[in-house]
């Protein structure tokens, strides 16, 4: 078993919807919880950047952290065609190595 | 953006060639670490620097070898390149809070070099 595992997707909606993104994990010792998009043939770019449990907001993008359920979420709201793009969630327990999920492939309509 | 920059961004080369990719921040970052993606697997840690000349393995260090001589640039080398290098390779930097080998702090990203071996 993978300690991050995420679905790989494709996710297709259309433009405007809202869309959820999620990651489960198996060590509860995490606790620094990341996102980052990846446009193709380019690098992961930070979204979100969050501690322990709770919800963090910037723009459209909310993350939310679930430590009871070893769960993370990211929502985009009104989500756009430029958003299509491979999301991936990143964890890590302090003082070691992150830890990667595969991605999850996202196709916004218009 | 990050000042990350990875060169060569493509390459292609033949089987039990030696290749050195390298990675040059203009940040200043003390961490330093090389991944490779491939489908399925997402990014997989190879080797990673947390100071000059202070480098340790990842997960898939088998057949790969690092240096860091000066603070912005890691270099990365495959000695005897196999098919099953090829990969996509990324550079990643990060600032430190702490002095251990391992930072906490995001990871910021370069482009990649795509890599295949004939």
């Known amino acids: 078993q993978k300690e991050v595992e995420q679905d790989p997707g494709p996710l297709s909606v259309p433009e405007g919807a809202i869309v959820s993104l999620n990651c489960t994990y198996s060590?509860?010792?995490?606790?620094?919880f990341m996102w980052y998009r990846q446009y193709s043939r380019k690098g992961p770019e930070l979204l979100m950047y969050?501690?322990?449990?709770g919800n963090k907001e910037d723009g459209r993008f909310t993350a939310q952290v679930d430590k009871s359920s070893k769960y993370i979420s990211l929502f985009i709201r009104d989500s756009q065609p430029s958003d299509s793009a491979t999301y991936l969630c990143?964890?890590?327990?302090?003082?070691?190595?992150?830890?990667f999920g595969a991605g999850t492939i996202l196709r916004v309509k218009s | 953006d990050a000042g990350i920059t990875q060169s060569p961004r493509h390459k292609v080369t033949e089987t039990g060639t030696p290749v050195t990719l390298r990675c040059h921040q203009t940040e200043n970052h003390r961490y330093m670490y090389w991944y490779r993606q491939d489908p399925g697997h997402g990014l997989r840690l190879i080797h990673y620097s947390y100071g000059v000349k202070d480098t340790d393995k990842g997960e898939v260090s088998d057949g790969y070898s690092v240096s860091r001589s000066k603070t912005e640039d890691f270099l990365l080398t495959l000695e005897s390149a196999t098919s099953s290098q090829t990969s996509v390779y990324f550079c990643a930097i990060s600032e430190s809070e702490t002095g251990g080998p391992y930072s906490n702090q995001p990871q910021h990203f370069g482009d990649g070099t795509r890599l295949s071996i004939l």
């Open positions: 969050t501690y322990s449990s």
């Open positions: 060590n509860s010792a995490f606790q620094y």
């Open positions: 990143a964890m890590s327990v302090y003082g070691n190595k992150l830890v």
